[in-house]
């Protein structure tokens, strides 16, 4: 996963636009699987990944203190944010957020995602503090539909 995780780093520093990527990975050790990333800037990303037909929401990229921070989202849609608020979790490594383990399971938070033109996210972490990203959201629809295969 680590390795992922660097090659998809790799990947965002040579693509400095602003809509939803996706990608096939076949390595060929593991099985073959998909995975969809829009960048912020050079170093943070937020992605989709699929695990057991769960979709799991995350961002990456950055280096984050707290093990469990709270993690806002304000979803942008027609001028107006639409916010919610969850209890993300860290990767051992310390670079990776994870937001949702399941976002089809979360109607509400799907659909926002599906039709927001921004996504702003806040990390309240209680060891290194508060810091907001940005996200253009162009393709997220199609990011979904690629990574549950349909």
Known sequence: MKKLLMSVGVMLCLNANA????????????KPHRYCYVNS??????GLGNSNNEIYFYMAG???????????????????AK????DGSISSDKETVYILDNLLANTDILQAFKTCSTLKIR???????TEIYSFKMSGSTSAISFITNK
Not at 19 to 30: A, C, E, S, Y
Not at 67 to 75: C, I, K
Not at 123 to 129: E, L, P, R, T, Y
């Open 62 to 80: 950055g280096y984050y203190c707290d093990e469990t921070p709270t993690v806002e989202l304000a979803f942008i849609i027609n001028g107006v």
């Open 19 to 30: 809509q939803w990527i996706n990608k096939n990975v076949n390595n060929d050790f593991d």
């Open 41 to 46: 800037s050079s170093i943070d990303y937020l």
């Open 123 to 129: 990390i309240n972490d209680s060891i290194c503090g």
């Open 83 to 86: 916010n919610f608020s969850v």
